[in-house]
């Protein structure tokens, strides 16, 4: 007995890494559905040797689809989620649109796996930010073991994370600097070729812009309310890939080895930490990855039970795409869901 999926905004860098997980990880469905806005309908897409033609998503059928995987930003999000719950398939959200709905469950597997079965309010499951699930799955098992007080943490994110859009952005301004060409800004403020900008997002009223708000806001809901946290956002030249900053704050005593100890047995971390030049991970190699790598593990003196580390994962599979196939994975595994029609 398998699932009928649909993936909404397939032809999107997250939609079509979706359906690639989907088959790597065998997940069990009998059919799979390309959905995308009518100016994508009959564009062809990959689902492992399968190729599927995109249907649109404004006259398209839910009522005998089970899950929903749905990563085609806030507005369509928005509009369509509570559409597609009231036909009875499971929406897992890829958008910031329901993160912090308190009927709406915030999930990273890794880290509380155990909400899911909150879904049933409004039938939507959110997916945090790229830069967040990564960041809570390297801190929950530290947190279990010492009590996070306070993280201070700097992105160094790629520029997937705003779309295809940003990637071609990069790649035709890196080529104006060594053809002497124009380079033109479209998606981001300022020239992304051989630079770093320090925003990501709008701004907001007190300084922070919408990215850091959001890592702040959604590692309280997935991980603790108690714990601060303070987030500087910065893109940086590079296509796929999250890089993080960290220092954290303990309540308890924790030693370097300690959690070194904690984390290399922790489920979805990957701890490569040689004091030696290249005993770390850069983003070039997490991508296609699906582990958080964490790497460069240290005291930090300057404060009491502190520790720094450094922190990478590719943001289209562990920052989106993959965590919301192991959401959905959760709800099977755990029986929260049934398939509406049996297979043939």
């Known amino acids: ?62 009522s005998d689809v089970d899950i929903c995987l749905m990563s085609a930003g806030g507005e369509v999000s928005k509009e369509w989620s509570p559409k597609i719950a009231a036909q009875g398939a499971v929406v897992i959200d890829n958008s910031s649109a329901w993160r912090m709905d308190p009927d709406v469950p915030l999930i990273v597997p890794e880290v509380n796996a155990e909400a899911a079965a909150g879904y049933t309010k409004k039938n939507i499951i959110a997916n945090p930010n790229c830069s ?34 940003a990637m071609d952005e990069l790649f ?54 108690k714990i601060k946290l303070t987030a500087t956002c910065v893109r940086v030249p590079v296509f796929i890939g999250h890089s993080e900053a960290v220092n954290v704050e303990f309540e308890n005593p924790i030693s370097v080895e300690e959690a070194r100890s904690i984390l290399r047995q922790a489920p979805g971390c990957l701890v490569i930490d040689k004091h030696e030049p290249g005993g770390y991970v850069t983003p070039y190699e997490s991508a296609g990855e699906d582990a958080t790598y964490i790497s460069r593990i240290r005291e930090d003196a300057t404060v009491e039970n502190g520790l720094t580390f450094w922190c990478v994962s590719d943001n289209l599979r562990k920052g989106a795409a993959l965590n919301a196939i192991q959401i959905a994975e959760v709800l099977i595994n755990r029986k929260l869901l049934q398939p509406k029609k049996k297979a043939a």
């Open 132 to 165: 967040t699930a990564q960041l809570v799955v390297a801190l929950k098992p530290l947190h279990d073991a010492a009590i996070i007080k306070r993280v201070v943490v700097s992105t160094y994110q790629s520029v997937s994370g705003a779309g295809k859009d």
């Open 172 to 225: 035709s301004q890196t080529k104006a600097v060594y053809t002497n060409a124009e380079l033109v800004n479209k998606k981001f403020p300022k020239r992304i070729a051989f630079n770093v900008i320090p925003q990501i997002d709008v701004f907001m009223e007190d300084g922070y812009t919408k990215e850091e708000w959001k890592m702040m806001m959604e590692t309280k809901k997935i991980l603790d309310p």
């Open 1 to 62: 007995m398998g699932f009928k999926v649909a993936c909404v905004g397939a032809t999107g860098n997250v939609g079509r890494e979706m359906l690639n997980i989907l088959d790597e990880r065998s997940f069990p469905a009998d059919e799979v559905v390309a959905l995308a806005s009518r100016r994508s309908l009959g564009v062809e897409v990959s689902y492992g040797d399968r190729t599927l033609k995109v249907k649109a998503l404004e006259n398209y059928d839910f």
